[in-house]
């Protein structure tokens, strides 16, 4: 369930929800294996009982922008899995140890109006100011950020202000904490950005235990193979020409030399638990000593001991060639270098070392020195032969430490998807809106208070509600008049067209997330560029509505595409009624006195293209059904590829062929993924999306790059598997009637959908099931 967009239209939420993922939670927090995931479940279950027993009690509103009762939007909410708020403020709970401490050093009594009062004394406001001018502050919910703000406008001379935002909070004083943690660290650098932090780099090291699979090798190498040979050797004294053991009769000092072998061998035992191979009584090694210890113990072998000594010997020389012999020697030195390459255990703890003077709570700006080969410095002080290469597993969590420019990382393979890509960016939108304060503690105060807003969950809406803005909060807007006018909006702009260029060339074939779709829209407003993005629609619990905004990306895609384009003739679009219906209805609500909240014109256009285009039976309302609507509105808006190119002006690096070739790569790819997968239906959709993102991509293209290109992808198709082959020629056969002049729909060709309320023709003879 896609819980990040705004305008979901559900009646009621539904309580066995909440119910089912109680349930899960606690049996895993009975059944399972590992205590700190019991911890977790339990934690998780105590969270599921509050949600369930706020809904039946009344205290919450699940599916409202004010979901607990008491509490303000703004006051940010614990939420949990499907955007269920449990009732508890995010900012409230017992005092943290930071709270504690300031009390202690102010005298006050250790609760939160206390301390509330005492940061309005002037000694508070005092220390508030230090934190302001040092930067060395964290904030982790959006609340924290709210006295800093009071202490700003106090010295900037806004009282008014000031006094109002400390109104608003007072009623809260008792439960929230509105200060942040002290920190020893300043703010981070601006323009980089990092996937994880040091902290979470050591706890990933910290987790790589020996592996005893590997461990086990290494000591039957290093340890039970030369004492097998050393057996061997010995038995073979007593050998005649022919290598026949036991022809001689054991001598005192072969007695003693065996005794010394047995010696070591309890000790090796001992001090070497991994392999057990040796205890086995039928193994080789076994056979060797037990044989040994009957004759130095003076007692002689019996005929099936006798026979069984002779075997393994006979078999073991046969196998390795006699001790000493160029064949075994040379096999013993290959296996004592692999024995000798160090665990990834005994290097993840030098990681560890080269990581322990590091901040925990930043990024790392060069990650090379910590990631060398093993010094001869260090050599000495672990026993870590020199020269030891970090291996690529200990390399990644150390590697996505990086803070470097979001660029940077993409190239460096650090930002594998969109999805990661959605995780960084709000850290660089954060900045990029700050910039519009003139002020530097008053930037560093937004950009932190906005990072932290990014970490807000997002709650499950009813009935077309919105999720609570950063501007919404009482003390950000306490600061808008603070706020300078075109040189932020030229820095969003230009900060919109950079991440959006980004995402499109590093990605081609993925549509943009809802996460990453957020924070262009927040630069969009910020930069008025008039620049619709719409979010990615739930199927499960879409009602069949539309908001305004998916009628205006339409029109931007009609500007962009209308007049023939081979987007918009092989999804059959009229775009000229598209834009004539966009500015009917704009024209409409600009004579309301209240905006509307949906869009019917474009709904209805949606459902009847969608039925138009559904094989099968329609139940209208289920998931594929509304799959089938929701797609024709990702078609009809290019799902943001045409705002973000005629609105915004992304020109990415690489060209409009390139993206169109990647995306076909990538359409391959996941062709392929289908062969012998029961259940394709989510990978078919994934290929239609990346289809679309191709023909969008082709259409910007010049007619010579055109059909340059679709030549290229038939003769790509001819390359790839018959499986893949077979199953996008339908598409192939479409695509090229099209470029022709004709309907993707006729004949052999197949216009590639996602979504199906009947059997998909891409899973193939027998396929069924909708999607």
Known sequence: MNHDADQQHLVEANPGYASGQLAKALTTALTHQDPDTRRRAEARSRRWRDVLSGMTGGLLAIGSRTPVAGLPAWVTPEVVRG??????????????????????????????????????????????????????????????????????????GETDAALGLVEELAPFADRLRFTPRPSDLPAPDPGAVHRRTVGEAVDTLARRTPSRAVETQREALAVWQPFGDELLALWLETADEDGLVLAHTPDADWRERGAELLRRYADLARRH???????????????????????????????????????????????????????????????AVQ??????????????????????????AEVAPLLLPVTEDEARETGLPAGAVVPAALRRPVEAALSAPVGTLVERGLV????????????????TTAQAYPDEALRTLAAAGYRAFRNRRSLLLLN?????????????????????????????????RQLGELAVQAFPATVLPNPLVRELSVLAREAELGAPLVEELAADIFMGTFTPKFLAAARVAAELLGGGSLYERYYAIDYRAVRTM?????????????????????????????????????????????????E?????????????????????????????????????????????????????????????????????????????????????????PGHVTDRLAPALTGLRQVAEGGSADTGAGR?????????????????????
């Open 751 to 771: 216009r590639l959908l996602g979504w199906s309320t009947g059997g998909h023709w891409m899973r193939g003879p027998g396929g069924a099931g909708g999607r």
């Open 632 to 720: 024709q509105a990702q078609i009809l808006t290019t799902h943001n590829l045409a705002t973000l190119v005629h609105r915004v002006g992304i020109a990415p690096a690489t060209g409009w062929e390139d993206l169109a070739r990647r995306s076909f790569g990538t359409v391959c790819r996941l062709t392929a993924r289908m062969h012998g997968n029961p259940r394709p239906l989510t990978t078919i959709k994934d290929t239609a999306y990346a289809w679309r993102q191709m023909l969008f991509h082709l259409s910007l293209c010049t007619e010579e790059e055109q059909a340059r290109t679709l030549t290229w992808v038939a003769e790509e198709a001819g390359r790839q």
């Open 339 to 364: 024995a000798a390459l160090p665990s990834h255990h005994a290097l993840a703890q030098l990681v560890l070392r080269r990581l322990a003077g590091l901040p925990r709570e930043s990024g790392v």
């Open 416 to 431: 594998p998807s969109a999805e990661v890509l959605a995780e960084l960016v709000p850290q660089l939108v954060a900045v």
């Open 582 to 630: 966009a500015i009917t209805e704009a024209a409409e609500a600009q004579g309301r006195q209240n905006r509307p909240r949906t869009s019917p014109g474009f709904a209805k256009l949606c459902a009847e293209r969608a039925a138009a285009s559904s094989s099968g039976r329609r139940y209208e309302g289920s998931t594929a059904a509304n799959g089938t609507v929701i």
């Open 83 to 156: 955007g269920f708020a449990t009732g508890k403020p995010a900012a409230g709970g017992p005092l943290l140890a930071h709270e504690t401490e300031a009390a202690r050093r102010a005298g006050v009594p250790e609760n939160r109006r206390a301390l509330f009062a005492y940061w309005l004394s002037e000694e508070g406001l005092g220390r508030l100011y230090e934190l302001l001018d040092t930067e060395r502050y964290e904030v982790t919910v959006p609340e924290e950020a709210a006295l800093l703000t009071v202490a700003w406008l106090a010295r900037a």
């Open 273 to 335: 638990t991994y392999c057990t191979k040796h205890l086995r009584p039928k193994q080789n090694l076994a056979i060797l000593r037990s044989a040994l210890e009957e004759t130095v113990g003076g007692r002689e072998l019996d005929a099936r001991r006798s026979g069984l000594l002779r075997h393994a010997v006979t078999s073991m020389v046969r196998r390795r060639g006699l001790p000493g012999s160029a064949r075994l020697t040379a096999l013993r030195r290959e296996q």
């Open 464 to 496: 077309l509600e919105r999720q609570v803005r950063a501007e919404e909060l009482p003390w950000v807007k306490a600061v808008a008049g603070q706020r300078s006018g075109a040189e932020a909006g030229e820095e969003s702009a230009l900060a919109l």
